[in-house]
Structure formats: C-alpha cells, structure tokens
C-alpha cells in the first residue's frame, strides 16, 4: 500500500509482558516518528528516526520503552514489563525528509496497546 | 508548559455552516510551523493545512482556512459549509526549531471534536 502501515492494529497483552509495535513508513520516506496517544489527548512525540538512527528520544517516558529502524524502513517500539498505563494508541509517522519546517507528515492508522 | 491549547473541548455545527476551531500556541522561537490535523473515529491522522511563521497570507485548502493572527499567537480552523464527513476529532499541532537542532517533531493540543448535525 502507498500509506504508513502499522500492525497489528490492536493489542492486548498482560501486565508485565514484553510488546512488540511495528510500522512499515512509505517507501522512500527517511524520517519516522512514534507518537503515543492517551484517550481523548493529542499525541505525544515519542522518538524520531532519521534514516537507521534514533536523532531524538526525548520523549521515551522510561528505559522499557525502546525503538529501532536497523535498516532505515521499517521500525519497531519495543516495550518490556508493560504496566497499565501505558495503554494507549502508540501512531507512527513518516516524512520525506522530516526536518523542513512545513514537511507534511503522514500518519498510520495506530497500534492500540491495552494492558490488562 | 502549554505549548497548544485548544480550548474547546467539543463543537457542534449545523450541515451547510461554517465553523471555527480555537488555537493558541506558545513559542520564543521566530520559526514555526502550525499544522491542522482531522483524525476521524477511524484513528487515521489526516493532514489539513499548514501555515509558516514567515507566511504573510492565511493558508488556505479548499473549504479549510487558518486564521492566523501572529501577535495573539492564534491560529483558528475555519471550516466553510460543513459537511457530515467533517465530524471528527481535530488537532492542532506546531512544529519548531529547538536551539539548532530541528528534528520535525510536532506539538500537539489536545483536540477539539466536531460534530456535523443534518
């Protein structure tokens, strides 16, 4: 598909399990971005990859929540020890080349992450 | 604190109106961008419009306008005749440069949802 793809889109895992969050951005587009979404919030800036390398994780709330983009496509929010709250609506993000400051952003459909 | 506040939590509009959605933003920064985002109950963030610091007109995109008002730090949606796809949850969200760094990150509010009555 042409648009940012993320899986799966809905997840439900027990407290203290280990999730895995993937996103598929569009082809060509360098620069990712995870955003996490509480109910009836904005999203929040979580991380942004520019090609292979995370250029800023300030937004990572704890050491459990990680991201990689090894080969400069696809990422993956990792997430160990899951704690209810951090159920929320976890939305990727893709740009062509990120850093412009009227670069439009395309958004996937979101993971929603519930923790029970 | 508050980078974007959008003060209007919900909005009802009548089919065929116009409506305006509230946004103030905060920033020391010269250089910004403020977006628009409609993200329907579907979840999808759908792009909208966007205006830079430095534009000297308001943007426009069809039936969406931004109201941009740089000493009041506003940046208001308007949305001519309204129509029911438009119900939706809409954000308003600024993108900055921080010191020299500028990772393209947005900021967002916290939304405003807009009902479409027939």
């Known amino acids: 598909g042409a648009g940012v793809s993320q899986t799966p889109s809905n997840k439900v895992t027990e407290k203290g399990k280990y999730v895995e969050l993937r996103c598929d951005p569009i082809?060509?587009?360098?620069?990712l971005y995870w955003y996490r979404q509480s109910l009836g919030q904005g999203p929040e800036f979580l991380i942004y990859?520019?090609?292979?390398?995370?250029?800023?994780d300030s937004g990572l709330p704890n050491d459990r929540f990680f991201a990689v983009r090894p080969e400069g496509s696809v990422s993956t929010l990792k997430i160990q020890r899951t704690e209810r709250g951090d159920s929320a609506v976890y939305l990727c993000?893709?740009?062509?080349?990120?850093?412009?400051?009227?670069?439009?952003?395309?958004f996937g459909q979101g993971t929603r992450l519930t923790v029970v | 604190a508050q980078k974007i506040t959008q003060t209007q939590p919900g909005m009802f509009v009548q089919e065929k109106e116009a409506v305006t959605l509230d946004c103030t933003y905060d920033?020391?920064?010269?250089?910004?961008?403020l977006f628009w985002y409609k993200q329907p109950s579907s979840g999808e963030m759908i792009f909208l419009i966007y205006?830079?610091?430095?534009?000297?007109q308001n943007a426009t995109e069809g039936r969406y306008s931004l109201n941009f008002q740089k000493a009041r730090k506003s940046a208001n949606l308007v949305i001519s005749a309204s129509q029911l796809g438009d119900s939706a949850m809409y954000f308003c969200?600024?993108?900055?440069?921080?010191?020299?760094?500028?990772?393209?990150?947005?900021?967002f509010g916290q939304g405003t949802t807009l009902q479409v009555k027939p």
């Open positions: 993000a893709s740009s062509y080349r990120g850093t412009g400051m009227n670069t439009e952003a395309f």
């Open positions: 082809s060509g587009h360098t620069a």
């Open positions: 990859f520019q090609g292979t390398g995370a250029a800023d």
């Open positions: 920033t020391s920064d010269p250089s910004y961008g």
């Open positions: 205006q830079g610091s430095y534009d000297q």
């Open positions: 969200a600024m993108r900055e440069i921080e010191g020299s760094s500028n990772t393209g990150k947005l900021i």
